[in-house]
């Protein structure tokens, strides 16, 4: 009886091992999302875990996204190329962006939510897929989904061009999307300046909106040719509202003849972003007499971003001459030795400033100005400054003695 009992035992052991057919470990789409996500190995995650999980997996949604990632990664990089696969890649790549689903592509943009190796060619292959893509974007800003990449999204659909227009203005057009979202999206279109975009944007009714989204409008019809919006653009810039003002700003370096004491008036506005973007516009439309109010700015409480402008527009200044930045060096050195610049971060911006642009000018003012020589080399061995803003002041007065 034992004997008969042991057998039966093994049997029903063997049995159940037997039927146990169902794949042990990770599954080829975990392995394959990893390799291509998490450790960038393209080529592998294609042909060893991903084209296998297309077939196992039921639902194709994730496997299908990922190798459209996968296969646009694998062009970008070279990989493709270099693995000799870069004919099949591309059409595979093309026909899968062509066969791509709503469930795909919000797959593809929870994806790509996360930062990673693969995600700006994520991206291209969603511009690629144009107007479809364009739609499940658009949802995403306006829901508030996955902000990190609302930026990606918006440069996204400038690159689609003509394609992302008409969901666009779809968008513009419907009450229930955040006025915010339509601020963003009248930008795009500028960005895209298409014709087409003109007369559907004069048709939207404009009564209802708030003013913000008004000069969006305005600023957005002159970049696109209608130049009649001029003064109410200009008029923004003295709004109560700040997102008028906003918007005003950030269309000043687009306007053809403006007044540049009106532009260096604007830029004693308390917001930093109508700083940076007042200081864009006078970049463009360049006069002496803003170099002042400019380097100003670095004794206010202005955030990295404005002064950042302003350098960016001094280095303009620098570039054309003419005389735009006679006695800049002087003015800049004078900052930092009478200590009139409070924080260290725009005490070393400053620094840097003057070592990558203003080596030959800060060497002649010393020629003819004693006094600012010793009081510089005093300032760079004084105690109490960062050692980064110290580092920078040595190897620029470094550069001066040479």
Do not use: W
Not at 176 to 191: A, F, H, M, S, Y
Not at 294 to 306: G, R
Not at 323 to 343: H, N, P, Q
């Amino acid at each position: 009886m034992r004997y008969f009992t042991s057998i039966l035992l093994i049997l029903i052991l063997f049995t159940c091992f037997g039927c146990d057919t169902k794949q042990k470990g990770p599954s080829n789409l975990s392995v394959g999302r990893d390799k291509l996500i998490n450790s960038g190995l393209t080529i592998e995650a294609i042909e060893q875990n991903l084209l296998k999980a297309e077939k196992e997996e039921e639902d194709k949604t994730e496997p299908r996204a990922l190798l459209v990632i996968a296969y646009s990664h694998a062009l970008a990089s070279g990989a493709a190329k270099d693995q000799g696969v870069e004919v099949e890649y591309k059409k595979q790549r093309t026909e899968r962006i062509a066969a791509l689903n709503e469930a795909e592509i919000n797959k593809m943009l929870e994806i790509l939510s996360k930062r990673s190796e693969v995600q700006q060619d994520g991206f291209q292959a969603l511009v690629a897929k144009g107007t479809d893509a364009a739609v499940i974007l658009i949802e995403s800003l306006a829901s508030g989904l996955y902000p990190d990449i609302h930026n990606n999204i918006i440069l996204a659909l400038g690159q689609m061009g003509t394609k992302a227009i008409d969901p666009i203005l779809d968008s513009i057009a419907d009450a229930k999307v955040n006025p915010d979202v339509k601020t963003k999206l009248i930008q795009v279109l500028g960005k895209i300046g298409d014709e087409k975009a003109v007369e559907r944007l004069k048709s939207i009714d404009l009564t209802n909106m708030s003013d913000a989204l008004k000069m969006t409008v305005y600023t957005t019809l002159y970049r696109l040719g209608d130049t009649k919006y001029n003064s109410k653009i200009l008029a923004g810039l003295t709004a109560n509202e700040i997102k008028v003002r906003r918007a005003a700003a950030k269309a000043m370096a687009n306007l053809k003849n403006v007044n540049t004491n009106t532009l260096i008036t604007a830029l004693k506005d308390d917001d930093s972003q109508i700083v940076a973007d007042i200081a864009k516009a006078l970049s463009v439309h360049k006069t002496k007499d803003a170099v002042d109010p400019l380097v100003d700015i670095f004794k206010s409480a202005h955030d990295h971003k404005a002064k950042q402008a302003v350098l960016n527009t001094l280095a303009t200044y620098i570039e054309a001459g003419g005389g735009l930045t006679r006695g800049l060096a002087s003015r800049m050195t004078y900052l930092l030795i009478d200590k009139e610049v409070s924080s260290s971060e725009d005490r070393l911006m400053l620094v840097q400033f003057l070592k990558t642009h203003m080596v030959k000018q800060l060497k002649a003012a010393m020629l003819f100005n004693e006094n600012l020589q010793n009081k510089f080399y005093e300032y760079s061995q004084s105690e109490g400054e960062s050692e980064f803003v110290k580092r920078e002041l040595n190897e620029l007065l470094t550069r001066i003695q040479k």
